[in-house]
């Protein structure tokens, strides 16, 4: 899928490397999501692996391919955040297997429709070889370099993962009901309609003396006066409106745009709390593909 290039200094790396980003963090996102079993963890490990990205740049000789060179750094830090979740899984010997697996359109729809949850009951080498088949669409011989292991590896992993996936997908094992405390429910009702009403700045009192925001692929800003500003953005904005709902399988905002009767959500927030304040703020207006992954579902219950 990539070209080849003859090795650079840092300064051009640095020069590929900025200009692939923003293309390239929806694929890397695609790939960490499904690596994780979260659209948000997925986001996590997408940011480390930017952030180690971008401090090696300037030590980095001998990059051929910046594209490459970024999805060996996201695997790894994939595979480290699952080593962190105790949930890593000691990788199959698959190097005796020679099965080789033709790519085809079947495999492709199964794994891009597959739900992220499936992917984790897939042993990592199998997981990242199917993910990179057959969501994103790299050759055998270039996930090979990306995960540094033989051609021959790959397609046995390839071959026994397609052959569990398509497993998995024939149980129909049903989700985990959603569910919300009554307490959670209250304090983001309260959010929403205060945001529904531009009554910002009741929602500045709700914010913790030391709340973190988070403007995911944009800006992270610390403390009550910083994050005070990020609702006069929303202020001049006022196409957008929340609504109580899950993403990724917890209690999330959605935020739809208020001028497309019946639009459904595109894209969400997530609130921590502290003490009955705000103490964290993660709002993926600006990383829209997270959305992709996460199942946005709204809640239509009648609160109690």
Not at 35 to 46: L, N, Q
Not at 88 to 111: F, G, K, T, Y
Request: aromatic residues 8%.
């Amino acid at each position: 899928m990539t070209d080849e290039h003859t090795p650079q200094n840092p300064t051009q790396a640095r020069v590929d490397f900025e200009r692939l980003v923003p293309t390239l963090r929806p694929k890397l996102h695609r790939y960490c999501a499904r690596m994780t079993g979260s659209s948000v963890d997925g986001e996590d490990v997408v940011q480390e692996a930017l952030a180690k990205a971008f401090v090696a740049l300037d030590a980095a000789t001998d990059i051929e391919n910046v594209e490459a060179w970024m999805f060996r750094i996201a695997h790894n830090a994939a595979l480290d955040f699952l080593r962190r979740r105790r949930r890593e899984r000691d990788l199959p010997d698959v190097d005796d297997v020679l099965a080789d697996s033709p790519e085809d359109e079947h495999a492709r729809a199964q794994a891009s429709a597959a739900a992220l949850t499936t992917f984790m009951r897939l042993a990592a080498r199998q997981r990242s070889c199917v993910i990179l088949k057959d969501v994103l669409g790299y050759s055998i011989e270039e996930i090979g370099r990306l995960i540094d292991t033989s051609d021959m590896a790959v397609k046995a992993a390839l071959h026994r993962g397609r052959a569990r996936l398509r497993e998995l997908s024939a149980e129909h094992e049903a989700p985990p009901p959603l569910s919300m405390e009554s307490a959670e429910r209250a304090r983001l009702q309260a959010y929403i309609e205060r945001f529904n009403a531009r009554d910002f700045e009741a929602l500045r009192t709700l914010l913790a003396e030391d709340v973190r925001l988070d403007l995911v692929g944009r800006l992270a800003l610390n403390g009550k006066a910083e994050v005070g500003n990020y609702f006069s953005n929303y202020a001049r904005a006022s196409q957008w409106r929340m609504s109580l709902g899950y993403a990724d399988g917890r209690a999330a905002v959605l935020v739809s745009d208020s001028g497309q009767r019946g639009a459904a959500a595109e894209y969400f927030v997530l609130l921590d709390w502290f003490d009955g304040e705000i103490s964290t703020i993660r709002d993926f207006r600006y990383a829209g593909y997270v959305a992709e992954t996460a199942v946005m579902v709204a809640d239509t219950r009648v609160p109690n």
